[in-house]
């Protein structure tokens, strides 16, 4: 049976990381103003290339087998803090695309 | 699924961890190969199920259940079953039938219609390091822990009950991520108690049904997860995704906060489906 100690598990782990990561440095968020997500998404109406169109694209995007689209903006709230204590750096506002690429649903969150 | 195999009797070399349904004894002996002058009849070896390395291991899903035993205060009253799960587009889960293999022994695990099952307890099978087969590929499917609370409203679930879930499932190994190749990795980082107590032990959870957003409630504290939650964070990719076995179920992952100690057991998380109607929105007031 392969004996493996932690200390080498995490040696290996490290380069690995190293490797994988190299030199990239995130580039800084951009926030969307929160008047910009109210003009820009309507249910039933907007489409994947009218959001980007108004909004860019999105912090993060997921597309599902099923055509689903769940697409992220982030947004500075007012009165919301950057950095809530749950780790999250700011306002979500989460828009799902149905298989027709139109907005079914739009949901929000403030930083906890 | 039974296959029969026609082999040559000189090819009739398989690993010793395969199984049978037949004890050893019952087994045709070696034979060396026939000769032109000489020739042997090929001999026909009827093999009902193959242990693969990555089958689940039934000691490690007893010590699982040992380990439900030891920490049924996050769920009391609960009931703990296993449930198999698609992990490859278009495998079908219907008619998949399980059975404990062992050197000597072939226990039947009868598979419920939502395709959940229990394991008996047997000393025979834990001597013989016994694997749980499915009459699927391994990597067809997936695999967790079911914890079920009595008086937890329909369509939710209850943190403690996923605690639990986490707790059983890691000890018992029954989650397949990784590469074979790096599964002994993957069993060797895997403690039960740092996955299931740390902000990134990343143990996903898989709703009824795709989800649009998962609400915790615990009294009047109500919070909604953020995105990173969902959709096993959103940072997989098609390179990646045949790694995770949210493969085919990523529209219904979740991470629950099972570390924070703030949200009690008996908080209830509540699911909005990608399909349901719209609702106002849950975001708390700040």
Known sequence: ?112 | MAAAFCVAAAAAHFDASATQDEPPAAQAPAVGPGTPQNPQPEQVITIHATRDPVDKSYRKMIRGMDRYARQQSLAPGAVLRFRLLPRLPGVGMDGITLKIVGDTITLPVPLAPDHSFTLPRNAQALREDAALIASRKTNSMTWRADVRSPGVPAGMRRLGDLRLECLVGVEAGLVSNSAPLFAWLDYMLSDPDKVCSSPDGNYLFFAERPLFSVTLQAGARRETLPFRMLYAAGTQTPATLPYCDCQVLLDRTYYAPLWDRSWPDDTLLSFEAMDDAAQPSTEPTP
């Not at chain 1, 993060?60 to 087998?65: L, N, P, R, S």
């Open chain 1, 1 to 112: 049976m392969m004996r493996v100690s932690k200390r080498v598990i995490f040696h290996m782990a490290f380069c690995v990381t190293l490797a994988l990561v190299g030199c990239a440095v995130a580039p800084p968020k951009t926030l969307l103003p929160e008047a910009r997500l109210e003009q820009g998404l309507s249910i039933g109406r907007t489409s994947t290339t009218q959001a980007l169109a108004a909004l860019g694209a999105p912090s993060q995007m997921v597309k599902f087998d099923s055509g689903y689209q769940a697409w992220l903006y982030e947004y500075a709230a007012p009165g919301a803090q950057a950095g809530g204590k749950d780790g999250t750096p700011t306002a979500e506002c989460v828009v799902l695309f149905g298989r027709d690429g139109i907005v079914t649903k739009i949901r929000r969150r403030l930083p906890q």
